[in-house]
């Protein structure tokens, strides 16, 4: 009896060491296999934390909602809850990095409920699919060697809006004449329109749409978003009467086929010999008014703002033109990038940083992280475009744009249309400011509170 018992004791004992190495050597496995997720918090439900990221927006200070979590969590990537979706945000050069080099691998482009309902062709096909679609058009408009036929319509409009908005004025509001400026371009380079009663017919909801685009998606009266679903639909009513016209004129030989960028969505046609319906045109156009004026518009005014308080007003100022972007380069570096950031989409499960990032995850990179770091940009308030003497910024440090293959195509176009405009207002004034602390508001771009007023000082002939 006592061997056996002692046979089943020692078997005992050696299945429990067994299971015990087995559960040690499992969760170590487990450990190294699936990496904890991101620090972080989903916060309330559904909204999650997006009402404080939205805020932190409308107070003027977008980064704050970033470096908060950043310093709470001690890590560049963290887990939350935007828009209603389960999200990660990847921050610094590495974060931007991995996003803008794995884009169609790992990650692909997102756009917010809120999006994709105010411009309803794009639930049609994938983010991918209009991508492609978009890059095909663009590229005859909006490269370098092809925009510098548009410098002359660019100087001419911008002539123009500063002989009916700010000569023989004493004070301006520089947001609005700045957006005029812009809106009017657009219109006349991708519609071909230069009528101002007809331009200023849709000019306004377009202030009403941009604010609801990055928006929590509830369509109850007097929210953001019921408001830009009501002015989108305004716009695109008035746009389908401009194609549906120009169609006709195109038909009847009165229009050429590369006069814009809308005969050339109107003519164009994929592989399958198929063309753009009017709708699915409607809303590109739509896309391209609201991205070719309303981040340029900012651009502007802040440029206006950091020249009243550097007194970079000599006419000699503007004919270096290299170090005139350097200014407005600066300007998107500390207060308006023309994009505060931007999201993707988790197309399979990854690892960044330590961290398991789950499939379908929303992922979302800032350009404060890095803009405003003093890792990248020592010293980030204070004004220096010298910072972009020589090879300039580190790679994936200065993102205004964006960056991989889904950079802003319309960066060329900006460029010019931002230096067109400083060439024509330090030519003409010198200015000061005239509410000198005047609050800084994002919605959703940053825009001075009262608009920026200014007086204006004309310089003798």
Known sequence: MEPLFLTLLLALFVSSVTVCLFLVFYNHRSQNSYPQPPPGTRGLPYVGESFEFLANGWKGHPEKFIFDRIAKYSSQVFKTNLLGEPAAVLCGAAGNKFLFSNENKLVEKWWPDSVNK?????LQTSSKEEAKKMRKLLPLFMKPEALQRYIGIMDTVAQRQFASGWENKEQVLVFP????????????LFLSLEDPSHVARFSDPFQLLASG???IPIDLPGTPFHRAIKASNFIRTELLAIIRQRNKDLAEGK???TQDILSHMLLTCDENGKCMNELDIADKILGLLVGGHDTASAAC????KYLTELHIFTRKFTRKIKYSWNVACEVMIRISPPVQGGFREALNDFIFNGFTIPKGWKLYWSASSTHRDPVYFPEPQKFDPARFEGNGPAPYTFVPFGGGPRMCPGKEYARLEILVFMHNLVKRFKFDKLIQDEKIVVNPLPIPEKGLPVRLHPHKA
């Open 118 to 122: 105010i411009f309803p062709s794009s």
């Open 177 to 188: 004449l700045a957006k005029n400026y812009t809106f009017s371009l657009a219109c006349r």
């Open 213 to 215: 685009i990055i928006s």
């Open 255 to 257: 229009a050429s086929p």
């Open 301 to 304: 005014t802040f440029i206006v």
